[in-house]
């Protein structure tokens, strides 16, 4: 018996992802210009040396960028759009790509599609935002719902970088990630 719980005590501690920060985060839409764009850019912003992140999407168009109306909605919240690129997600389902601890889908249909093998088996949870750039109207009207569905994520992403990350495994890391979907 003593065997057997030092044996699981050992499988539970390698699955501990927290040993040292940061913990990479990378949120998933499906073509990497808004609500994964403002995800990204606010967890580097707000995560300080807790946590890295990156986004991706999983069927960008032909040279796709970010939004305009997602990289003004940052700007105008003083947070740096430096860096910011839409891409394929399979840049971070190769050998070399950095190890992502937790997998967030951001979109529907990100979230219904067959992801690529990550490596290293990272925590996974949805995190489903309404799109803003389905909005029509006035560049404000439109722009209004960028800087909207930014501070939904934003009140999201205060909540996770609150979370006490040490000794956490896998298992609980997914379990907290996907709890915090929850209204």
Not at 11 to 33: A, G, K, Q, V, W
Not at 111 to 119: H, I, S, T, Y
Not at 143 to 154: K, P, S, V, W
């Amino acid at each position: 018996m003593v065997a057997a719980s030092r044996s699981y005590k050992n499988r539970y501690d390698e699955n501990l992802i927290m040993p040292n920060p940061p913990l990479n985060i990378l949120f998933l839409c499906t073509h990497n210009s808004a609500r994964s764009i403002l995800s990204e850019a606010l967890l580097n912003a707000m995560g300080g040396e807790k946590f890295r992140a990156f986004s991706a999407g999983s069927s960008p168009r032909e040279n796709q960028q970010p939004n305009p109306f997602a990289l003004k909605a940052l700007q105008s919240a003083g947070i740096s759009i430096d860096g910011l690129s839409s891409k394929s997600w399979d840049v971070f389902a190769t050998p070399d790509a950095p190890k992502m601890d937790l997998v967030i889908t951001v979109c529907d249909n990100a979230a219904g599609e067959v992801c690529p093998f990550w490596p290293g088996h990272p925590a996974t949870a949805h995190w489903g935002y309404a799109d803003p750039s389905e909005v029509t109207g006035t560049d404000e009207e439109r722009l209004a719902a960028f800087r909207q569905t930014m501070l939904t994520i934003e009140q999201r992403l205060r909540l996770l970088v609150s979370l006490p990350l040490a000794g956490i495994n896998t298992l609980m890391l997914q379990n907290e990630a996907r709890n915090l979907s929850k209204p």
